[in-house]
C-alpha cells in the first residue's frame, strides 16, 4: 500500500493577462491618493510631520540605549 503517490501529469500555468488585474488596482490606488492629496494638502503634510516627529522620537530613544 502506497501512502504517497508521485503525480507525473504536468498542469500548465495560466496565462498572464495583458491588463493585469494588479496593475488596474494599483493604479486606482494611486488615482485616490492623488485625489486626496489635492483635496487636503495640509492634513497630508501634517500626518507627514507627525510620523516623522514619531519616527525620530523612536530613533533617538533607540540609541539612547546600550
Known amino acids: 500500500m502506497a501512502l ?3 503525480r507525473t501529469e504536468v498542469v500548465p ?3 498572464p493577462n495583458a491588463g493585469g488585474s494588479l ?3 494599483s493604479g486606482a490606488i494611486v488615482d485616490r491618493a492623488t485625489d486626496f492629496y489635492r483635496k487636503n494638502p495640509k492634513t497630508v503634510g501634517g500626518a507627514a510631520l507627525v510620523a516623522s516627529a514619531v519616527l525620530l522620537g523612536y ?3 533607540r540609541g539612547t540605549q546600550a
Request: avoid cysteine; charge should be positive; aromatic fraction near 8%.
Open 13 to 15: 500555468a495560466p496565462a
Open 59 to 61: 530613533l533617538k530613544k
Open 4 to 6: 504517497f503517490k508521485r
Open 23 to 25: 496593475s488596474t488596482r
